[in-house]
Nanobody
Framework: DVQLVESGGGSVQPGGSLRLSCDAS????????MAWFRQAPGKEREGVAGIAMWSDDDPRYSESVKGRFTISLDNAKNTLYLEMNSLKSEDTAIYYC???????????????????WGQGTQVTVS
């Protein structure tokens, strides 16, 4: 099984930065795809960024965060990061870390393709 625990959320002014972390444990082959999603009140869960655990393919970003957010894995592949810069009020949401054993799930960034989820961390930009 896989356990995901997010941290690093908080409140920041527009234009500010935050770095989210997701500590992952369990079978590494059960998390061949990893990603960050977010959900704002009254909206559907949205894919923000995805990365492949076992390839060097460039990460995938949603158009709304491209150029501002960076997803990365630590060398041990046990911590997933999301560096968020130039934050806007519309970035306010609960941010979730997700993982799946499928090596392809990270590209389409669809929530239904991910089996494992963290509990979420709140990001407020105001």
């Amino acid at each position: 099984d896989v356990q995901l625990v997010e941290s690093g959320g908080g409140s920041v002014q527009p234009g500010g930065s935050l770095r989210l972390s997701c500590d992952a444990s369990g079978n590494t082959y059960s998390r061949s795809s990893m990603a960050w999603f977010r959900q704002a009140p009254g909206k559907e869960r949205e894919g923000v960024a995805g990365i492949a655990m076992w390839s060097d393919d460039d990460p995938r970003y949603s158009e709304s965060v491209k150029g501002r957010f960076t997803i990365s894995l630590d060398n041990a592949k046990n911590t997933l990061y999301l560096e968020m810069n130039s934050l806007k009020s519309e970035d306010t949401a609960i941010y979730y870390c997700a993982a799946d054993y499928s090596a392809a799930a990270w590209q389409p960034l669809r929530a239904q393709d991910f089996r494992y989820w963290g509990q979420g961390t709140q990001v407020t930009v105001s």
